[in-house]
């Protein structure tokens, strides 16, 4: 018989690491989640959970100790468009060292595998100025002029995965989500993003209330349900596609909207009031799917609208804690 496979998922207290841990062990494996904090909505499914800062070297060799198999790197500093644009210089800083530690553990250690989680904030802005976007394809992150901070570090740690192949002969696998939504996502303190925010926003408006949208809403955005996310890393850490591969859907849809999908599954009518200094990131941006499809014979399917009625059930139930009360006034 097989030995058991042997898994680490950082970020493991985080929203995507939480649902694949939980993937992971339904499929058998046995998995140690780390992260800086524990998960906030629900206990971790991992066989270990150790609580580590994974920004120093010797916190990455402990996690990465005991004949591990392989490493989804999901741990990072970030959070939604406003978060990542006022923080350029903590977040690149800790996920530089975050990615440089954990790919160096990784490999002392003698993992065979290792997956990094970049993001389509890679692409060149020039090429996201319109809301009716041409899909983004693998190649259009160059010439490079990612997102400023979380774009460049994560364009950056992608190469470092290609020169520690090209070194090494270290396995890598690097993949670009495209805005993933699900229950167990943070929804408030500054770190959601657009559709948790907007299902907060629209599970504490009463019917007829005007909600704030950051921009004109005509901003437009692919999101990807959690558990396609979760289906497509386990398929291409199982790959052998080295190179970076997009993960998200093409199923383009403006701000404006997605605030109308939420509003409806609510059953409320709401009034948008649009903040124009608000930060809203590039004009446009799209999942080119042919790659994904091509490496894998797959690509994520799970419809907005289903994908979205879970998600805004899910944060309907958590913002009904008195905590809330007072944004429940001013969104009124
Ligand atoms: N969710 C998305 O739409 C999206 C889009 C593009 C890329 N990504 C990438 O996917 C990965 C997972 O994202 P997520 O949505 O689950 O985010 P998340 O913030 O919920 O999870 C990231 C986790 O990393 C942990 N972390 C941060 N600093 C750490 C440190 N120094 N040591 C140990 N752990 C640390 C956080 O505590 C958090 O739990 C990240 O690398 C992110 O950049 C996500």
Redesign the pocket.
Known sequence: MNKQKRILV??A?????HHLVKRLKADGYWVRG????RPEYEASAADEFEV????KIESCLLATRGGIDEVYN??????GIGYITANHADISR?NIL?NAHMLEASRQNGVKRFLF?????VYNQAMQKNPDVKPLKEEDAYPADPEPGYGWEKLFAEELCRYYYKDYGFETRIVR????YGPL??YDGG?E?APAAISRKVALAANGAEIEIWGDGEQTRSFMYVDDCVEGLTRIMASDYRDALNLGTDELVTINGLVDMVSGIAGKRLVKRHNLTGPQGVRGRNSDNTLLRKVLGWEPSIRLEQGLAVTYKWIASQVKKPVQQSELVSAR
């Open positions: 950082t970020g207290g985080g929203f995507i690491g780390v992260d800086i904090k580590l800062d994974l920004r999901l741990a990072a500093d970030m959070g800790n975050i989680s970049s993001s389509a904030c989500f495209h805005n993933v996502g943070t770190k993003k």
